[in-house]
């Protein structure tokens, strides 16, 4: 352990956002490294000294917009395999939110961005729709439109990953319903909001997708709906 707390600490030093932009990089390209194995290893590193690595990749990304490519793909790699680097995420950084709002804006790391909406999604679908959903409630109805944007496009990469962001949180009762218009425990219908429902966009996506993950991604969203048989989607 005393070699790993040696470099993590080495490493955090160069991740401060006060250092020179090449150094900033070459530091990122190791510590995302260390994040690619599913072996537990990168869990162990982003978790030593009390999260300190955990801490400056999350601080760098708030920091710096010019960082963001590479640490949002760091956190991705990290998430992947770790569920205490997702919750640490969620817990103590603004990182799923910069990750949503580069997605919806289409910003030139929304891909990457989009890939740890996944992750996070996968471990914590209630805490992700509760912090997205705070920053805008129609925040579905915008990932939905975005992948619309990006089959007409063809960027296949950033459609997919927002597509399995979104099979990943329609498990959730709260998002079933908003995805049909309806709210609350009888079905009810929902109040008024700035969007119309957004299902005939799965609907869309399941019949005209040309990509193959795109119509599976529609027809997982359709499966999960299904589990709530008072909400008559059909």
């Known amino acids: 352990m005393a070699d790993l707390e040696v470099n993590v600490d080495d490493l955090v030093e160069l991740l401060s956002p006060n250092m020179a932009l090449l150094v900033r990089r070459k530091t990122m390209e190791i510590v995302t490294q260390l994040g690619a194995p599913l072996d537990g290893s990168a869990g162990k590193y982003f978790q030593a000294k009390d999260f300190a690595l955990g801490k400056a990749i999350c601080q760098l990304c708030e920091a710096t917009?010019?960082?963001?490519?590479?640490?949002?793909?760091?956190?991705?790699?990290?998430?992947?395999?770790?569920?205490?680097?997702?919750?640490?995420?969620?817990?103590?950084?603004?990182?799923?939110?910069?990750?949503?709002?580069?997605?919806?804006?289409?910003?030139?790391?929304?891909?990457?961005?989009?890939?740890?909406?996944?992750?996070?999604?996968?471990?914590?679908?209630?805490?992700?729709?509760?912090?997205?959903?705070?920053?805008?409630?129609?925040?579905?109805?915008?990932?939905?439109?975005?992948?619309?944007k990006a089959v007409q496009s063809g960027d296949e990469a950033r459609a997919k990953f927002i597509g399995f962001t979104i099979v990943n949180l329609s498990i959730l009762a709260r998002v079933r319903q908003y995805i049909v218009g309806k709210t609350g425990d009888n079905n009810e219908l929902a109040p008024p909001s700035t969007t119309t429902p957004p299902l005939p966009i799965v609907y869309d996506l399941l019949a005209s997708a040309a990509m193959p993950e795109i119509r599976e991604c529609a027809a997982d969203v359709l499966r999960n709906l299904a589990f709530d048989d008072a909400l008559y989607v059909l």
């Open 65 to 148: 917009a010019s960082d963001r490519t590479e640490t949002l793909a760091a956190l991705t790699n990290y998430t992947s395999g770790s569920i205490e680097a997702a919750d640490f995420i969620l817990n103590n950084s603004k990182c799923i939110e910069i990750a949503y709002t580069a997605v919806v804006a289409n910003a030139l790391y929304s891909s990457v961005a989009s890939r740890l909406l996944v992750n996070v999604a996968r471990h914590f679908p209630d805490r992700v729709d509760q912090k997205l959903r705070a920053r805008s409630p129609d925040f579905i109805t915008a990932l939905l439109a975005e992948i619309k």
